[in-house]
């Protein structure tokens, strides 16, 4: 008998999808015929009926995971003005779609916990934080880099953790001052901001599973920048401030955004990230995309994209997003195939 190698290795490989609207007969109906392992959906879409129909409709012990975007969203714009981020060239800090949020904001930060608090009632499997993170819009292939941020409450809060004032006349001379006397500190006080959500969500995690059986324990995953180090000087640390080394003491699995079209990259670049993330030593969960942006993804270069994203060291492969795979027949078929 000869072992084809290559499915045993999709056999073991974990299969999910994202439903990017709020699930209904139609996209669940889709979703069955995936044999799927895990369906991602954003916490506002996901009630007590929409849970109760994935779990009647889908495979037996399928895990619903719910994600909950953090330091994003209009919603936040208009709810709380003082969360608009202030850039230290003075940038625009919203672009197309994207509404960042200043991090250190407490209502937000609140809120984020109050979603999280609601979410580990219902009967879920995972909690997942998206837009964790400083605002920059990194899905183009030049990403729009933003400086931020030096709203008051952020350089006070700044000056506090430093215990010293920050002085300056204006917003440039302070800028210019942390930029020359306090570049490390600033990175450490911005990778501290969303390391610290995280490990406020942890705790209301850990705190649930304590107290039920195991098949009822919530697992914390997020969403990754897909940077490495060395690119745009650093900027996962210095610009978006996601701190992996930090960040993998708190969660238990990471789910890094590999769209490689969006990035302005070759398909292989999926199986080179898929090498970086694991030396974070964590779980993975990539992400790949399905719609046409920035470019045309052919059926056979999307077919290459589930392949280096399901590929050992990664667990498995999540296809972002569903209810844009159901508009491409040949793209739903690849996918159906593969995940047999
Ligand atoms: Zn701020």
Same mark, same amino acid.
């Given at each position: 008998?000869?072992?084809?190698?290559?499915?045993?290795?999709?056999?073991?490989?974990?299969?999910?999808?994202?439903?990017?609207?709020?699930?209904?007969?139609?996209?669940i109906g889709?979703?069955?015929?995936?044999?799927?392992?895990s369906?991602?959906?954003?916490?506002?879409?996901?009630?007590?009926i929409?849970?109760?129909?994935?779990?009647?409709?889908?495979?037996?012990?399928?895990?619903?995971?719910?994600?909950?975007?953090?330091?994003?969203?209009?919603?936040?714009?208009?709810?709380?003005?003082?969360?608009?981020?202030?850039?230290?060239?003075?940038k625009?800090?919203?672009?197309?779609?994207?509404?960042?949020?200043?991090?250190?904001?407490?209502?937000v930060?609140?809120?984020?916990?109050?979603?999280?608090?609601?979410?580990?009632?219902?009967?879920?499997?995972?909690?997942?934080?998206?837009?964790?993170r400083?605002?920059?819009?990194?899905?183009?292939?030049?990403?729009y880099?933003?400086?931020?941020?030096?709203? !008051?409450?952020? =350089?006070k809060?700044?000056?506090? /953790?430093?215990? +010293?004032? &920050? $002085?300056?006349? *204006?917003l440039? !001379?302070?800028? =210019?001052?942390?930029?020359?006397? /306090?570049?490390? +500190?600033? &990175? $450490?006080?911005k *990778?501290?901001?969303?390391?610290?959500?995280v490990?406020?969500?942890?705790k209301?995690?850990?705190?649930?599973n304590?107290?039920?059986?195991?098949?009822?324990?919530?697992?914390?995953?997020?969403?990754?920048?897909?940077?490495?180090?060395?690119?745009?000087?650093?900027?996962?640390?210095?610009?978006?401030?996601?701190?992996?080394?930090?960040?993998?003491?708190?969660?238990d699995?990471?789910?890094?955004?590999?769209?490689?079209?969006?990035?302005?990259?070759?398909?292989?670049?999926?199986?080179?990230?898929?090498?970086?993330?694991?030396?974070?030593?964590?779980?993975?969960?990539?992400?790949?995309?399905?719609?046409?942006?920035?470019?045309?993804?052919?059926?056979?270069?999307f077919?290459?994209?589930?392949?280096?994203?399901?590929?050992s060291?990664?667990?498995?492969?999540?296809?972002?997003?569903?209810?844009?795979?159901?508009?491409?027949?040949?793209?739903?078929?690849?996918?159906?195939?593969?995940?047999?």
């Amino acid at each position: 008998m000869v072992i084809r190698f290559g499915r045993l290795k999709k056999n073991n490989m974990h299969k999910s999808t994202f439903f990017l609207m709020k699930p209904d007969g139609n996209s669940i109906g889709k979703a069955k015929e995936l044999n799927l392992d895990s369906v991602f959906a954003s916490h506002k879409n996901l009630d007590e009926i929409v849970i109760k129909t994935l779990r009647e409709n889908l495979k037996s012990g399928i895990e619903i995971n719910a994600e909950v975007g953090v330091f994003a969203g209009k919603d936040l714009w208009d709810k709380f003005p003082d969360v608009i981020p202030v850039e230290a060239g003075g940038k625009e800090p919203a672009r197309g779609w994207y509404y960042g949020v200043c991090p250190s904001h407490e209502g937000v930060r609140n809120e984020c916990l109050q979603n999280v608090k609601a979410l580990l009632e219902r009967d879920l499997n995972g909690i997942w934080l998206d837009f964790i993170r400083y605002p920059t819009k990194w899905e183009e292939p030049e990403p729009y880099i933003l400086d931020v941020c030096y709203c !008051d409450r952020c =350089l006070k809060k700044f000056s506090e /953790y430093l215990g +010293e004032p &920050i $002085e300056g006349n *204006t917003l440039e !001379d302070k800028v =210019l001052l942390i930029d020359g006397s /306090y570049y490390i +500190e600033w &990175i $450490e006080f911005k *990778t501290e901001m969303i390391t610290s959500m995280v490990r406020e969500v942890r705790k209301l995690i850990d705190d649930h599973n304590r107290n039920v059986q195991n098949d009822k324990k919530v697992k914390l995953g997020f969403f990754a920048i897909p940077w490495q180090d060395k690119e745009h000087s650093a900027g996962i640390k210095r610009i978006v401030a996601q701190d992996f080394g930090a960040l993998s003491t708190l969660v238990d699995i990471y789910s890094p955004m590999l769209y490689h079209k969006m990035c302005g990259k070759e398909v292989s670049w999926i199986k080179e990230m898929v090498n970086y993330f694991w030396e974070v030593g964590k779980p993975q969960l990539p992400l790949i995309q399905t719609e046409p942006r920035e470019s045309e993804i052919k059926v056979d270069e999307f077919k290459q994209a589930l392949d280096f994203a399901g590929a050992s060291p990664s667990t498995g492969v999540c296809v972002f997003f569903l209810e844009d795979l159901m508009k491409q027949p040949e793209k739903f078929d690849t996918v159906k195939e593969y995940f047999k």
